[in-house]
């Protein structure tokens, strides 16, 4: 399996931006269904979104308009731009790369990278 990792998460202020990045550590097949999900304390992990080898995306509601999934599959990296942050977007972000849309349990995830949106 692939291995994964985040990096880009911090302390914003509410309204800010921030990007996330998922460096993968070898090739991110061109089939490979990529994702973003989070958690926050307290709460199951929910999915943010996911983009397709096509580049086909789908976006939790509450963040639709606000962020946007993309993918470099030269560079085997997965990003996440976020802006007019919430403080409900406060979580752990991770990153996912697997082969079935729908099914990350099939896949490789990345240990997370802290959000932290402050009102």
């Known amino acids: 399996q692939v291995q994964l990792v985040e990096s880009g998460g911090g302390l914003v202020q509410a309204g800010g931006s921030l990007r996330l990045s998922c460096a993968a550590s070898?090739?991110?097949?061109?089939?490979?269904?990529a994702g973003w999900h989070r958690q926050a304390p307290g709460r199951q992990r929910e999915l943010v979104a996911t983009i397709t080898s096509g580049g086909m995306t789908n976006y939790l509601n509450s963040v639709k308009g606000r962020f946007t999934i993309s993918r470099d599959n030269e560079k085997n990296t997965v990003y996440l731009q976020m802006n007019s942050l919430k403080p409900v977007d406060t979580a752990v972000y991770y990153c996912?790369?697997?082969?079935?849309?729908?099914?990350?349990?099939?896949?490789?995830w990345g240990r997370g990278t802290q959000v932290t949106v402050s009102s």
């Open positions: 996912n790369v697997g082969p079935v849309l729908g099914r990350p349990d099939l896949g490789s």
């Open positions: 070898g090739s991110l097949s061109k089939t490979d269904i």
